[in-house]
């Protein structure tokens, strides 16, 4: 593993399922954050994790959960999927050490909720 | 309320200038940060700024003014490849990333 990796790619889900994306990171960064990203809007932060064992709430948290259990794996539940939930996933990670906190992205995952 | 905004789209030709800008309005400040994202591809990182002035790095320079709340991306001797959205992003007091919705560019040749 290099980086952030993500998985699935792509999922279409029924309305109404659980679903989790997964999120990898083999930087031994702090902190982790889920966004996503609609057509003309910027990236909103779903949730965001400081350092292992904490999570807290961004933007647009409602609908969503996560857990960090370790430093490395950060997933982002969908405990009762919704149409208005389809959008291209980022998880992102980050030394956050001070303001200058460059974030890596994941390659990101497209849900489709249908 | 915290707000971000650039314009949706620009064109440009390969060879040119081109300036990107950004404007800011967040509940504290530290720093501006500027991210690259190809279509279908995750944001990468190209510059940040926290005082004022240029920061130039190769063909791609940042400026940041805090007085006016105001960014520029500037490009040059454009090529094709760099034919892609340009993300605006304020970090607020709470250190969280405030973003724009991009400005995709588009090179002509």
């Known amino acids: 593993i290099a980086g952030i990796t993500q998985a699935p790619t792509s999922q279409i889900l029924a309305a109404g399922r659980r679903m989790t994306l997964r999120c990898t990171q083999d930087?031994?960064?702090?902190?982790m954050y889920w966004y996503r990203q609609d057509l003309g809007l910027g990236l909103r932060l779903i949730h965001y994790s400081n350092t292992a064992g904490t999570t807290g709430k961004g933007e647009v948290p409602d609908g969503y959960s996560v857990s960090r259990a370790n430093t490395d794996d950060f997933p982002l539940t969908l405990a009762s999927a919704v149409p208005s939930q389809t959008s291209v996933y980022f998880c992102?990670?980050?030394?956050?050490?001070?303001?200058?906190?460059?974030?890596?992205f994941g390659p990101g995952t497209r849900l489709t909720v249908l | 309320g915290q707000n971000i905004d650039q314009p949706t789209e620009m064109t440009a030709t390969e060879g040119a200038i081109v300036q990107i800008n950004c404007t800011y309005q967040t509940s504290g400040f530290n720093g501006l940060f500027w991210y690259q994202q190809h279509a279908g591809e995750a944001p990468t990182f190209l510059s940040y700024?926290?005082l004022d002035g240029l920061e130039e790095k190769g063909r791609f320079s940042s400026f940041l003014s805090r007085s006016k709340g105001y960014s520029y991306l500037l490009l040059k001797e454009l090529q094709m490849k760099d034919s892609a959205s340009y993300l605006c992003a304020a970090m607020d007091s709470n250190y969280q990333l405030i973003w724009g919705a991009g400005t995709k560019l588009i090179i002509k040749p």
């Open positions: 930087m031994r960064h702090n902190a």
């Open positions: 700024n926290v």
């Open positions: 992102a990670s980050s030394d956050a050490e001070g303001p200058f906190n460059e974030q890596f």
